[in-house]
């Protein structure tokens, strides 16, 4: 975020030095506001363009096994650019090259599961799938599993079977 900031502040100076050099070869012949203005203009831009990649940047910056399966795009009247074109504001990733089974129960599989915010720490939450009932259980302190490998005290939620986290985590 904070070197967001500083990108964002030297877009800026960028913008402002470059209306500043067309002035001097015009012979200053270019109204005084336009380089607050063009500086303005440029840290907008940069803003805009660092909302549009944080995607790709941090996804592509994925160790392997871990996969996207859910994105959430947002729209906001704050943002009117938004609303031509949406941006992805968080998503969710399910680390399927750790994923463990249990052969005693061959349709459930324990994934990690990852948010990311553009704005929020990464958040890791063990969670439990049962693929063959489309549901799937959070894993916190005090889960325990019995001794044929099944969760003791799993508050189970169903699924749609079209969830994307769950299609990716039942389909590897």
């Known amino acids: 975020m904070f070197i967001e900031l500083i990108a964002t502040v030297f877009a800026g100076i960028a913008c402002a030095g470059i209306v500043m050099l067309v002035n001097i070869i015009l012979g200053r012949r270019l109204p005084k506001w336009l380089m607050p203005v063009a500086a303005g203009l440029g840290m907008i831009g940069m803003t805009i363009s660092n909302e549009y990649t944080w995607f790709g940047r941090t996804a592509e910056r994925l ?85 044929d490998g099944s969760v003791a005290n799993a508050a189970w939620q169903t699924m749609p079977p079209d969830d994307p986290i769950l299609t990716l985590v039942c389909e590897t």
């Open 63 to 147: 160790p392997e096994g871990v996969e996207i399966a859910m994105t959430v795009e947002e729209q906001s009247w704050m943002r009117p650019w938004t609303k031509v074109a949406p941006y992805t504001k968080r998503f969710a990733a399910a680390d399927t090259g750790t994923a463990r089974r249990n052969p005693a129960l061959p349709e459930q599989r324990l994934v990690d599961l990852y948010f990311f915010g553009r704005w929020s720490p990464v958040n890791k939450v063990p969670m439990l799938f049962d693929c063959a009932q489309t549901r799937s259980a959070i894993l916190v302190d005090g889960a325990e599993f019995a001794d």
